[in-house]
């Protein structure tokens, strides 16, 4: 205990490096859980933002599903993967590169995050299943400076079960 007290109590003035180097340390382990946390939101907001446009399809299928039994037709339940591909390339419009990456979002500061083209994987017979699979990449800063990227893989998963057959 009386190590820490002369740390912080030294009178010649030998107590002030030390208590400075101790706050430098302490604020870059807040930089550095803040610039985690940050990383962390921007992937959960991706992954909602992802299920969403794939629950809509899947919904949006279904509707159509129901629709075409009613009249007597058959349906191919195949189409839900061309039609959240369509919402998603309508939804990230503005973030579109046509290349690899894929799509990339970018701030004031530079990159936010850049992503893969999502793979959609359909599995159909009694049910649709659709499963999107994407990667993002996340650019850590730190003081301003770019000092690495995290890359993160996202799965996200959807099912319908047809009633109607």
Do not use: N, Q
């Not at 003035?13 to 610039?35: D, E, P, Q």
């Not at 039609?83 to 799509?103: N, Q, V």
Request: a positive charge; one cysteine or more; proline letters at 3%.
């Amino acid at each position: 205990m009386k190590d820490r007290r002369s740390l912080f109590r030294d009178v010649s003035g030998g107590g002030y490096i030390k208590s400075l180097a101790v706050c430098l340390v302490i604020c870059m382990i807040f930089s550095a859980v803040f610039c985690l946390s940050s990383a962390v939101s921007v992937v959960s907001g991706l992954k909602k933002e992802l299920k969403l446009l794939l629950d809509g399809s899947v919904t949006h299928e279904a509707l159509a599903e129901y629709r075409s039994l009613a009249d007597g037709r058959d349906y191919y339940l195949g189409r839900a993967a061309d039609a959240f591909a369509d919402a998603f390339d309508e939804r990230f419009s503005d973030c579109l590169t046509g290349g690899e990456p894929y799509a990339v979002l970018s701030g004031p500061e530079g990159v936010i995050w850049e992503m893969t083209r999502p793979e959609v994987c359909a599995v159909e017979g009694e049910r649709l299943r659709l499963r999107v699979s994407a990667t993002v990449r996340l650019p850590l800063r730190f003081g301003g400076l770019r000092v690495g990227t995290v890359t993160v893989p996202l799965t996200v998963f959807s099912k319908y079960y047809s009633k109607f057959s």
